[in-house]
């Protein structure tokens, strides 16, 4: 999957794994993401951080253990992201 990733420097990169979600999750193809004024604080070092940014979303869930959540839209929250 296409992730942008910011480890010592700020990287889009297409072979970042796709998780499997656990028990009780749902996984979800993200259609729409933002990056907000924390996204672009970190990128200039604001904290130590490594991992992917852009928790601000829209997507589609592919997969869950509940079926009625699959094809449904979701928005990510800010907080729970």
């Known amino acids: 999957m296409r992730a942008l990733y910011l480890s010592d420097h700020l990287e889009l990169r297409t072979d970042y794994p796709v998780p499997a979600p656990p028990p009780g999750e749902s996984l979800v193809r993200v259609r729409l993401s933002g990056i907000c004024n924390t996204d672009v604080e970190l990128a ?26 699959v094809g449904r839209r979701v928005v990510g929250e800010i907080n729970a992201a």
């Open 44 to 69: 200039r070092g604001y904290m130590a951080f490594q991992g992917v940014i852009g928790h601000e979303f829209v997507g589609v869930v592919e997969q869950s253990d509940d079926p009625a959540l």
